[in-house]
C-alpha cells in the first residue's frame, strides 16, 4: 500500500504552497470632524487620496472655503504624507501652514473652515469608533464638550445634586459683538478667536466642572457643589481673563469680552431647560446693560 508521502498530489500541493500569507499593512484614514462633511471617511494607502470641493474628490467636502482639489494624502513606505495642491486657503496641520509634511497619529488637517484629524493605521478601527464617539459628544473646533453632551449632564446633575442636597450653578456666556469679528476677518479668524477662549475657559474650571460649547459664540459651564457666591467669583475671573487678552484676528489686534449669567437650581429650576432659561435671562441682562459683565438671576 502507498504511503501518503508517496502521492504525488499531496506532494505537488506541498510544493507549490506559498505557505501563510503575511498580513498587509492596513490602511490609516482621515475623518472629518468639523464643519461640512462632519463624519466623512476616507482610507488612505499607496494611491493618493485626493481631498476638496469637486465631486470627484476621494473626500469630497463641499464648502466654499475648501478648494476643488485641496490637498492630497498618500502613504510612503511607513509614512503618510500630506500635499497642498495650490489651495487658496492654504492646508494646515496642526495650524501650520504646509505644503507638504508627514503626518502623525492624531494631527488635525484644517481646509478652509473644516478640520479632518489623521488615524494611523496602528489601531485604525478602533480609534475610528472612538472619534465617532467624540463626534456625538464634543465640539470639534474647541474641544470642548458639545450642547447635546452637555443637556445630558445638567439633568444628571441636577439628579445627583438633589437627592445629596448639594448645590449646583450654571453659568452661560456669550462672546460680546462676536458677528462683525466673522463679518470683518472671516469666518477662519473668528473661529481662532473661539478657540481661544475655548482655551482660557479650560485653564479656569476645576476638574469636576462640566465646560461646554452649546451655540455658535456662546458656551455654558455647569459647576457642581458651587453656590452663587463662588460662581460669581469664577465668572468674574473668566471675564477679566479674556477681556485682559489681545487677540489679532487677520492679525490685527483686537479687545474681545464676554458676558455671563449665571443661575442656581431650586426647587424651581429642577431641569435642565429651566436652569438654562434663568442663566438666559440673566445673560440677556447683562447684555442689555453694556455688555461685558456678570448678572445673577435670583
Known sequence: ??????????????????????????????????????????????????????????????HKSVSRQHCHIWRDGDEYRIRDLQATNPTRVNDKVVDEAVLNDGDHITLGESILKFISHSSVEARYH???????????????????????????????AMRHHRELAMCIIDVDLFKPVNDRYGHISGDNVLRQIAGIL???????????RIGGEEFAVLLPECGMEAAYGFAERLREAIAAVEFRPGNEPQSITVSIGIAAMTPERDTCSRMMAAADTALYRAKSQGRNQVCIQQ
Open 130 to 160: 472612538e472619534e465617532i464617539y467624540q463626534l456625538a459628544t464634543q465640539d470639534a473646533l474647541t474641544d470642548l464638550h458639545n450642547r447635546r453632551h452637555f443637556i445630558d449632564m445638567v439633568d444628571k446633575e441636577i439628579a445627583r
Open 1 to 62: 500500500m502507498a504511503s501518503k508521502d508517496d502521492n504525488p498530489a499531496t506532494t505537488q500541493r506541498t510544493l507549490l504552497s506559498a505557505g501563510p500569507h503575511s498580513a498587509s499593512p492596513r490602511s490609516a484614514c482621515v475623518v472629518v470632524i468639523h464643519g461640512e462633511g462632519l463624519g466623512r471617511r476616507a482610507d488612505v494607502d499607496e494611491r493618493a487620496v485626493v481631498v476638496g470641493r469637486s465631486q470627484e474628490a476621494d473626500l469630497h467636502i463641499p
Open 202 to 212: 479650560r485653564r479656569h474650571v476645576r476638574s469636576d466642572d462640566f465646560a461646554a
